[in-house]
């Protein structure tokens, strides 16, 4: 009886990616819901600017090989002066922070290292690409708050 060959690379890798998007679902969820908390006694602004849109932080599963590594959390917010197209923003938000997020699992599964600190400046980029993308036009500034990594062993 002959059988196929198997990829038996492939099996963990798929697994591995399938825990990361999972924890990286539930971190994000975890952190709406304490963002959601958290704006109901306070709301958390980090400028008095009114053109100035808070996103909530976006955690991210590093992979090293084919295991999860560790966390990429960025922190960021949107300029957008112009007051119709912020409004525009504000209601493209779920769009936007979905669009975000596989950005960046992308970005944090094939580019972080668990050894060596991100690029802002290449994540930056990349989530100008995606605002523009999403929103049809340029208008609305990504401005980073913090980035950070934390490794698992």
């Known amino acids: 009886?002959?059988?196929?060959?198997?990829?038996?690379?492939?099996?963990?890798?798929?697994?591995?990616?399938?825990a990361a998007v999972a924890l990286t679902f539930a971190l994000s969820v975890g952190a709406n819901a304490a963002d959601e908390a958290t704006s109901q006694g306070?709301?958390?602004?980090?400028t008095t600017s009114e053109s100035y849109i808070v996103i909530d932080p976006i955690y991210s599963t590093i992979i090293d090989g084919a295991k999860a590594r560790g966390l990429l959390m960025v922190e960021m917010g949107l300029d957008v002066p112009d007051p119709k197209?912020?409004?525009?923003?504000?209601?493209?938000?779920?769009?936007?922070?979905?669009?975000?997020?596989?950005?960046?699992?992308?970005?944090?599964?094939?580019?972080?290292?668990?050894?060596?600190?991100?690029s802002v400046e290449d994540i930056a980029s990349r989530l100008q690409a995606i605002t523009d993308k999403v929103m049809g036009r340029e208008g609305a500034r990504v401005l980073m708050a913090q980035t950070a990594i934390r490794v698992t062993r």
């Open 1 to 18: 009886m002959h059988s196929t060959p198997r990829h038996r690379g492939l099996g963990p890798l798929i697994r591995h990616l399938g």
């Open 85 to 118: 197209f912020r409004e525009y923003v504000n209601l493209s938000l779920p769009r936007l922070r979905d669009a975000y997020v596989r950005g960046l699992l992308t970005y944090a599964a094939t580019a972080v290292r668990p050894y060596r600190q991100p």
């Open 42 to 46: 306070a709301q958390r602004k980090t």
